[in-house]
């Protein structure tokens, strides 16, 4: 199931037009409204009502006054929500497609609404048995502004497709993905997008030592695969590449520091969530041909309780060498993570980006509404992200970096434990991961915004795919 976005150059008489139009000063009105309408519209609009739905039965005409904000990228945020709101009324009306023209003047305006729209037209119908039945009516949205180029509505109709590939990830259960399969469908994306993708199987694995990520392994009856993506065209512009590493637990259940079942563990099927943002970034990237050299790092188990799994107090060697005592079986997602983050130095990358749904205690800390970040990165390159992060609403909210943090995770018995105190859990998470890196490096925590317990807008419920829009633009815009 999929949505298209596509330049058009102009709308007509027979789609379904949303207009986008301009309150207080005096549009010319549009060929598509009777004198009449644009009189009832103005009025409505007078009142506050700011999306006004006319029913020709054949098709639907939308009139809607923009709220502009202080900031455009919080007017682009408002045009996404409306998108979503619009894409729900089409589909009532089983329309098929919808032609957004802009005459508002707010730059960029009807992509973002095209963009909220289909991102709110996704749905996972995958294990329903009558599937097709429910089935969206809405297939096609035309954009029909100046201001956006064909590159620029290409590239959003990329990242949205991107979107979907993650949130499809994030949705498929334990039963329907396991490590294996995970690596199998980046593989299958790699195809599709024109990015390599190498899976290290276990045998591999354990000939290169990746301890954690084997530790975790050892209570799976499934074996753990280490995916390495590559995206490298001749016109890249970076001489080093940007590395992308992603949590890939496809299911935690803790091990055995088990979770509770009811509340915390119903929705574990999306600890993968950064693994999708790593591989669906990529097949952004390749599919919109962006110059840079990119390589992404997926290490993926099951975290399960079992005979043989790991316990607490076990001291684990690392990938890198270094030895951890495990003290919470369930702080998983930083065992398998340290392995990856050590074979990236391998690169002498220029930037090591991860992407974790990490900690409890991130998604604490912002809730749903954004994503907890922390690192070693210039000032000027989180100035970049962040910027990235506003453009695309997913926004970045700087943790403290201090030294102390990393004194709560010393052992004595080992070179680190993997926890830290009460208090800090997402930073003595980052501090941890700190300590396998030797390069400029950014940590994502998308614990609070990775998966949705209730719809929010064109987020939807379930798994979002957040971050996979923002590293897209980052590449696109301020690499
Ligand atoms: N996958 C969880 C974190 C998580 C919690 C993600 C809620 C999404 C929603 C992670 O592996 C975990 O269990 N972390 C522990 C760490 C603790 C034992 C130090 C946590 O946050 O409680
Ligand atoms: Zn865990
Ligand atoms: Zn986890």
């Not at 990856?340 to 980006?353: D, E």
């Not at 100035?383 to 004595?412: C, H, M, T």
Request: proline residues 3%; contains cysteine; glycine residues 8%.
């Amino acid at each position: 199931m999929t949505t298209t976005i596509r330049k058009e150059s102009a709308s007509d008489n027979k789609t379904s037009l949303i207009l986008i139009l301009k309150n207080g000063k005096d549009w010319k009105g549009h060929v598509a409204f009777t004198t009449d309408e644009i009189i009832y519209i103005k009025k409505q609009f007078a009142d506050k009502n700011n999306t006004v739905v006319l029913n020709q039965l054949n098709r639907l005409l939308v009139a809607h006054n923009p709220e502009v904000k202080s900031e455009v990228y919080k007017t682009h945020e408002a045009l996404r929500k409306v998108g979503n709101t619009l894409c729900m009324e089409l589909n009532k009306h089983k329309m098929k497609s919808v032609s957004i023209v802009d005459e508002s003047g707010v730059k960029g305006g009807a992509l973002a609404m095209a963009e909220g729209m289909a991102l709110g037209n996704y749905q996972f119908n995958e294990l329903f048995s009558n599937g097709t039945a429910k089935k969206n009516s809405l297939t096609t949205i035309g954009v029909v502004a100046k201001d956006s180029s064909k590159e620029d509505v290409e590239f959003i109709n990329i990242t949205v497709q991107a979107t979907y590939h993650a949130r499809d990830l994030i949705n498929l259960p334990l039963s329907h993905l396991n490590a294996v399969q995970l690596s199998k469908a980046f593989q299958k994306m790699g195809k599709e997008a024109g990015f390599k993708c190498t899976v290290l199987n276990k045998a591999k694995i354990q000939s290169f030592k990746m301890g954690g990520l084997l530790a975790v392994n050892k209570g799976s009856i499934d074996p753990p695969t280490f995916s390495v993506m590559e995206w490298k065209p001749r016109n890249a512009k970076n001489k080093k590449p940007y590395v992308l590493v992603g949590k890939g637990v496809v299911y935690d259940t803790g091990g055995l520091s088990l979770k509770p079942t009811a509340n915390s563990m119903d929705f574990m099927k999306s600890d993968m969530g950064g693994a999708a943002v790593a591989g669906c970034a990529m097949y952004a990237i390749a599919k919109a041909k962006l110059p840079v050299h990119v390589i992404a790092l997926v290490p993926a188990t099951d975290n399960r309780p079992d005979g043989n799994a790991y316990v607490p107090g076990d001291v684990i060697k690392m990938y890198s060498g270094a030895t951890v005592e495990v003290l919470n079986t369930d702080a998983e997602g930083r065992m398998i993570l340290a392995d990856a983050l050590t074979w990236a130095k391998r690169y002498k990358p220029q930037l090591v980006m991860d992407f974790a749904t990490l900690t409890g205690a991130a998604a604490a800390a912002v809730g749903q509404y954004g994503i907890v970040c922390m690192g070693t990165a210039s000032e000027a390159t989180k100035d970049k992200l962040k910027q990235s992060g506003n453009e695309v609403y997913e926004r970045l909210a700087e943790f403290p970096f201090w030294d102390e943090y990393d004194e709560l995770i010393k052992s004595d018995i080992a070179d680190m434990k993997n926890i830290g105190g009460p208090y800090g859990g997402a930073i003595t998470a980052g501090k941890f991961l700190q300590r396998f890196t030797d390069y400029d490096w950014m940590h994502f925590d998308i614990a609070g915004s990775a998966f949705l317990k209730a719809p929010d807008s064109y987020r939807g419920k379930n798994g979002t795919g957040t971050m996979v829009r923002m590293v897209a633009n980052f590449f696109r815009h301020h690499a």
